[in-house]
Structures are given as C-alpha cells and as structure tokens.
Nanobody, 125 residues
C-alpha cells in the first residue's frame, strides 16, 4: 500500500493557479511533518513547503506569498495551493512524510521516510 498519493497536477499558464492534494494512509498528517518537494529535469529535488501539526508551516523563498500548504485532518490529506504560477515552477511534485520537522531541516529530502509517486506540474509562458 502506497502511504502517500498525490493528485491534482496538470498544466497552467503563467500567472494561473493549480492545487495539489496528498492523501495519506498509514501516516497521520496531523502528527507528522508533511512536505511538498519538486524536481525539475536535471535539477536536485528541492523542498517547496511543509506543514507540521497543522500550525507550523515552512516555505521555500521562491514560493513564499504564492503557494499555501494546508491540511485536512478528517480527510488525512495535505494540500498545496499554487497561485501566480511561473514557468520555473514546472517540475514533478512529490509529497513526503517524516516524524517531525523544524526550520533547520524540513527541506532535507534524505530525512524523509515516505514518498508519493509524484504528480507533474507544467507552467507555460
């Protein structure tokens, strides 16, 4: 059973919006650190946004003010709302989970235990 399943990727024009969902099973989103990563071709995987216990959120500087991470504990799902999209947001987006996270370590991909299969986001200019 895949513990994390992403959905909602697709194509958008620059300046547009897309929303991603990450449905978790076997991982309780309200008590773990759930993070969105992305990886573009030829680039390293980078942390985009994380949410921990529902009230701590972390964002990459490149998406602050444009992306919003949230969670629905009843649905055990984490969301990423992406507004004002730019072509450089084009990447495969992954949902990942770990026990806890803080400012210093939320974006360290190697510290995550669970990963989804990814969903593609393509932004055209």
């Amino acid at each position: 059973q895949v513990p994390l399943v992403e959905s909602g990727g697709g194509s958008a024009q620059a300046g547009g919006s897309l929303g991603l969902s990450c449905a978790a099973s076997g991982v309780t989103v309200s008590s773990n650190c759930l993070t969105w990563f992305r990886q573009a071709p030829g680039k390293e995987r980078e942390g985009v946004a994380a949410i921990y216990t529902g009230d701590s959120t972390y964002y990459a500087d490149s998406v602050k003010g444009r992306f919003t991470i949230s969670q629905d504990s009843a649905k055990n799902t984490v969301y990423l709302q992406m507004n004002s999209l730019k072509p450089e947001d084009t990447a495969m987006y992954y949902c990942a989970a770990r026990g806890g996270c803080r400012t210093q370590n939320w974006a360290r991909a190697y510290e995550y235990n669970y990963w989804g299969q990814g969903t593609q986001v393509t932004v055209s200019s």
